[in-house]
């Protein structure tokens, strides 16, 4: 059965990107340490180093098997829309509070402003694969809606102090996690996978 799953690297401390984060510098001061376990084959994404072997080719590799993305438009823009394409040929769907027509139409590119319909709209399009969810705020209001399935936490070794935060003002109620898997990964980071308990 197909599961929304959120996979997000992060600081030690809970930070997804750095202090003074703005369209232009999207993950924030240094941020970009978050995704050396993963380096991405594009050079202007300023990734120089990375860790892709063993373990993380396994983990990256889950994340690229599945069905369907859903992002919100703060992890879609700063990452020129992934030139419509996230990995292959998967539909996509963004999470806006503006007028789709107002924005950059792509054939695989969906605009919804609402999570619930955009994860039960993404779950049928992939099928019997999961569905990727990026992004913090998408996050949040996919935990809130009750709609997030699970989460692939990639902990990197560095506290960064300021910044974003993953969970940052969530509700005052306690969600309950299940630990499923744990990996140790090449370069000191930790692959944990949760599930959300209903």
Same mark, same amino acid.
């Given at each position: 059965m197909s599961a929304t799953v959120l996979y997000m690297s992060t600081s030690l401390d809970g930070f997804i990107a750095g202090p003074n984060?703005?369209?232009?510098?999207?993950?924030?001061?240094?941020?970009?340490?978050?995704?050396?376990?993963?380096?991405?084959?594009?050079?202007?994404r300023k990734v120089t180093s990375g860790y892709l072997a063993g373990v993380n080719r396994q983990v990256q590799a889950e994340a690229m098997a599945t069905g369907a993305v859903v992002a919100g438009r703060g992890t879609f823009e700063p990452a020129g829309g992934w030139d419509g394409d996230?990995?292959?040929?998967?539909?996509?769907?963004?999470?806006?509070?503006?007028?789709?027509d107002d924005l950059r139409q792509w054939p695989l590119v969906s605009y919804?402003?609402?999570?619930?319909?955009?994860?039960t709209q993404a779950k049928e399009a992939a099928g019997d694969k999961n569905v990727m969810v990026q992004g913090a705020g998408t996050a949040q209001l996919a935990i809130a809606a009750g709609v997030l399935?699970?989460? #692939? /936490?990639?902990?990197?070794? +560095? $506290?960064? %102090?300021? &910044?974003?935060?993953?969970?940052?003002?969530?509700?005052?109620?306690?969600? #309950? /996690?299940?630990?499923?898997? +744990? $990996?140790? %990964?090449? &370069?000191?980071?930790?692959?944990?996978?949760?599930?959300?308990?209903?």
């Open positions: 984060e703005t369209p232009e510098n999207g993950l924030g001061d240094g941020g970009h340490r978050l995704h050396q376990w993963s380096p991405n084959p594009d050079p202007d996230h990995h292959d040929g998967v539909p996509i769907f963004i999470l806006t509070r503006h007028d789709p919804l402003s609402d999570v619930t319909s955009a994860m399935d699970e989460l #692939e /936490l990639h902990v990197i070794p +560095v $506290l960064f %102090g300021q &910044g974003r935060r993953l969970f940052e003002g969530l509700a005052a109620e306690q969600i #309950e /996690l299940e630990r499923t898997r +744990v $990996l140790e %990964g090449e &370069g000191g980071v930790t692959h944990m996978h949760y599930r959300v308990r209903r």
